[in-house]
């Protein structure tokens, strides 16, 4: 590997500082960061460890939602219960991203600002309404998660900026989130198709008065199913609701042809996964006291 | 050169100081700077679960840990499952059920093993598997692993559910 000098300041302000000044790069779980310098796909003189900044390690649920620092691990994620009871959709996510080994490293902060258009969590932070905070020396900005990939390995951060926590609305009443993605082996691989969703239904449990379905895999970078989302709202909770929300999205995707899959099979899971994942998330709306 | 730095851990519940590069990965010093090379090398990326060691009780591959990141830390590794009395139940339910050939995923899989026991003393087999889909082993097809994991749950189980 080549030298770098190595830093792990335990303020936010050091630590911005310290990436400002020298192009350093941020160092989080290093599931991906560690592996790229071996490879020399990145190319830094210096590593800046956040994982001791208290800014980045927040992990809070109360009456406004979900603040989710960026450097809390798939892992600790996993096991907390107000995140299993409210955000069930993160829990899909980061209990299959890598291998028990990645996830206890792995963030969903560094999954988001690695910015790879198949990343498992991307789809799910939109689903959920996630919000990102982006801090850099000249002050703090929000940032919707649809908003900040802005292409395969690309995002909004300009140089010396970090993304220190991202913050979920909290669900209410009948309102639950499901993500699911297809891969060709039972565990340890890459999205040829991730779908998260959220719905929130009436008090009856019959009708849909919110959602938001992301899609991931599926484009250049994962989006937000805005079409999708329209055509939900005011829809009752049927099979064929959710096979024609499956044939919407299929609309509003551009797959390409690599070695998990091809544009045609890309089409066609899409539909079938967007049907599956608002099925489920439905099912888990309707089994919420309102 | 970049600087060395003087990192203290406590390796297998006894504190350790070394000098180490910020390039240096964990794996690279256990295996060179501290010759504990029961912890193996195999991809070097994270994907196969040879070098798997406990960094604060949770099992992390060592190839994708710098050791500067690791002052302060508490690091277990396949040197330290074996008491002075000998092998755990663990380890003599691996050997027992042939759950190994040529034996580098063996350390990798026993400490996986070893947080998923702690973590939940009686796994399904599907729990198992999923557990450990990050290690890999490319002699024994997995099944005879499998029945060693359920055979040592058993085993901690009658010894009062204990991991240790």
Do not use: W
């Amino acid at each position: 590997m080549r030298e770098f000098e190595f830093e792990s300041p335990d303020s936010l302000a050091g630590a911005i500082q310290l990436l400002e000044s020298s192009k350093g790069k941020p160092l989080a779980g290093g599931t991906d960061l560690i592996d790229h310098l071996r490879t020399g796909r990145v190319v830094t003189d210096l590593v800046v460890d956040i994982k001791k900044i208290p800014e980045l390690n927040v992990l809070e649920i109360n009456d406004e939602g979900l603040r989710l620092g960026a450097a809390v691990s798939c892992r600790k994620i996993c096991a907390n219960a107000e995140i299993k009871q409210h955000y069930p959709a993160l829990i899909d996510v980061c209990s299959i991203i890598g291998g028990i080994q990645i996830q206890s490293r792995a963030s969903v902060g560094g999954n988001l600002c690695n910015s790879g258009a198949a990343a498992d969590s991307t789809p799910a932070l939109i689903a959920l309404g996630g919000v990102c905070s982006v801090t850099g020396s000249s002050g703090t900005r929000e940032i919707p998660v649809e908003e900040f990939c802005t292409g395969p390995s690309q995002n909004v951060l300009e140089p010396g900026e970090l993304v220190t926590e991202i913050k979920f609305p909290l669900p209410v009443g009948k309102s639950s989130n499901h993500y699911q993605r297809f891969i060709p082996r039972y565990e340890m691989d890459i999205a040829v198709v991730g779908v998260g969703a959220s719905l929130t239904l009436d008090d009856s449990g019959e009708n849909i008065t919110a959602a938001r379905v992301g899609l991931g895999a599926v484009a250049a970078k994962p989006f937000l199913a805005e079409k999708v989302n329209e055509f939900l709202i005011g829809k009752s909770v049927t099979e064929a609701t959710f096979s024609e929300a499956g044939e919407i999205a299929k609309g509003l995707i551009s797959p390409i042809d690599d070695h998990r899959g091809t544009v045609e099979f890309r089409l066609q899971v899409t539909s079938v996964l967007v049907k599956r994942v608002l099925t489920e998330a439905a099912k888990r709306a309707s089994e919420k006291a309102t | 050169m970049a600087k060395q730095r003087v990192v203290t851990t406590k390796v297998n519940g006894t504190e350790k100081s070394f000098l180490c590069e910020p390039r240096q990965t964990l794996l690279e010093v256990l295996r060179n700077n501290l010759d504990m090379t029961g912890t193996k090398e195999g991809c070097s990326n994270g994907n196969c679960g040879a070098c798997t060691v406990l960094l604060n009780g949770d099992p992390v591959t060592s190839c994708l840990v710098l050791a500067v990141e690791c002052d302060g830390a508490e690091v277990e590794t396949i040197e330290g499952v074996a008491t002075k009395d000998g092998l755990t139940p663990l380890q003599n339910a691996f050997l027992e059920n042939a759950a190994l050939q040529c034996g580098i995923c063996t350390p990798g899989f026993i400490m996986s093993t070893k947080a998923l026991l702690k973590q939940n003393p009686d796994p399904s087999e599907e729990e198992i598997r999923f557990f450990l889909a990050g290690n890999l082993c490319r002699c024994t097809g997995y099944d005879k692993i499998i029945d060693a994991v359920q055979d040592a749950a058993k085993r901690q189980c009658g010894t009062g559910c204990c991991n240790d």
